[in-house]
């Protein structure tokens, strides 16, 4: 894992910007995978900004809640319209999220896998992380192998999520989202955390063992991981000053 320390959120998303913006203008028929929540809206406003050619791009998002609309303004199809996908030119057969209205959600989940596997796999993936250590939805215990598949939600997360649907109880209890296999099958993933809320979720998923307990804790199974950190979110890492280190000394072409 490589671990990204920036004095502030704005300053690692502009970072991770460029990762994302280079795959898009080195490939442009790249796939990528694509994750939702706070974390991300200000990577998304930058890489809109960069106007850059989303028309060859195909993408699969992580997750979805199950049982609301793709037009709720919660939805994570939504979100994605309208923090994204209606502000590029990218075609709108090539975007892809989970059917949370889905009848038979077996069926939908297996399609999801197959669709990801057609497309040539996920060139990139980006990944927030929820404060007990989530990836996608894939709530503490989730399988380490696990797959596209629906989830319930922990009272955690539907807490977290809360401030977005007004009340917790409106917070739907189940989701569909990738598997930690489906991710680990990406050949590139980045990990967003930002802000003393996410410290504790990824000192453990860093540094800490391998465990379904921190979803998270998987991506150290990964050959590629990029984790971009403000100061807060990096407040709990013990090998903080080899991070930064090993960032000051980066050889040219490893640069970002
Ligand atoms: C949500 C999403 C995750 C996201 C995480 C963190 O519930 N399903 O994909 O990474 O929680 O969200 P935020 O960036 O708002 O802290």
Same mark, same amino acid.
């Given at each position: 894992m490589e671990i990204i320390i920036q004095p502030t959120p704005a300053?690692?998303?502009?970072? @991770?910007? $460029? #990762? *994302?913006a280079r795959l898009i203008r080195e490939k442009p028929a790249a796939v990528l995978g694509l994750a939702t929540g706070g974390t991300m809206e200000p990577l998304y406003r930058e890489l809109v900004a960069l106007k850059l050619d989303w028309s060859r791009l195909t993408t699969f998002n992580l997750d979805e809640y199950v049982g609301i609309s793709p037009q709720h303004p919660q939805s994570y199809h939504h979100f994605m319209w309208e923090k994204l996908f209606g502000q590029v030119n990218i075609s709108d057969q090539n975007v892809n999220l989970p059917d949370g209205l889905a009848q038979d959600v077996p069926a939908t989940c297996e399609h999801y896998e197959r669709k990801i596997f057609s497309a040539g796999g996920l060139d990139l993936q980006l990944l927030g992380?929820?404060? %007990?250590? %989530?990836?996608?939805?894939n709530e503490p215990t989730s399988s380490l192998a696990s797959r596209? /598949?629906?989830?319930?939600?922990? =009272?955690?997360? $539907?807490?977290?999520?809360? /401030? &977005? &649907?007004?009340s *917790?109880?409106? *917070? =739907?209890?189940? *989701?569909?989202?990738?598997?930690?296999?489906?991710?680990?099958?990406? $050949?590139?993933?980045? #990990? #967003?955390? &930002?802000g003393k809320k996410?410290? /504790? @979720?990824?000192?453990?998923?860093?540094e800490g063992p391998i465990t379904a307990m921190n979803p998270a804790s998987a991506l150290q199974l990964h050959p590629k991981v990029t984790v971009f950190l403000d100061e807060e979110a990096a407040g709990e890492l013990k090998l903080t000053d080899y991070y930064r280190w090993v960032y000051a000394q980066k050889p040219d072409w490893q640069k970002i």
């Amino acid at each position: 894992m490589e671990i990204i320390i920036q004095p502030t959120p704005a300053a690692a998303t502009t970072i @991770a910007a $460029r #990762l *994302v913006a280079r795959l898009i203008r080195e490939k442009p028929a790249a796939v990528l995978g694509l994750a939702t929540g706070g974390t991300m809206e200000p990577l998304y406003r930058e890489l809109v900004a960069l106007k850059l050619d989303w028309s060859r791009l195909t993408t699969f998002n992580l997750d979805e809640y199950v049982g609301i609309s793709p037009q709720h303004p919660q939805s994570y199809h939504h979100f994605m319209w309208e923090k994204l996908f209606g502000q590029v030119n990218i075609s709108d057969q090539n975007v892809n999220l989970p059917d949370g209205l889905a009848q038979d959600v077996p069926a939908t989940c297996e399609h999801y896998e197959r669709k990801i596997f057609s497309a040539g796999g996920l060139d990139l993936q980006l990944l927030g992380i929820g404060t %007990h250590g %989530h990836i996608g939805f894939n709530e503490p215990t989730s399988s380490l192998a696990s797959r596209t /598949r629906i989830k319930t939600l922990t =009272p955690q997360t $539907r807490q977290d999520n809360a /401030r &977005f &649907f007004g009340s *917790v109880e409106a *917070v =739907p209890h189940h *989701v569909i989202t990738m598997g930690i296999g489906t991710i680990l099958e990406s $050949r590139h993933c980045l #990990l #967003l955390a &930002f802000g003393k809320k996410k410290a /504790r @979720a990824i000192a453990e998923a860093v540094e800490g063992p391998i465990t379904a307990m921190n979803p998270a804790s998987a991506l150290q199974l990964h050959p590629k991981v990029t984790v971009f950190l403000d100061e807060e979110a990096a407040g709990e890492l013990k090998l903080t000053d080899y991070y930064r280190w090993v960032y000051a000394q980066k050889p040219d072409w490893q640069k970002i």
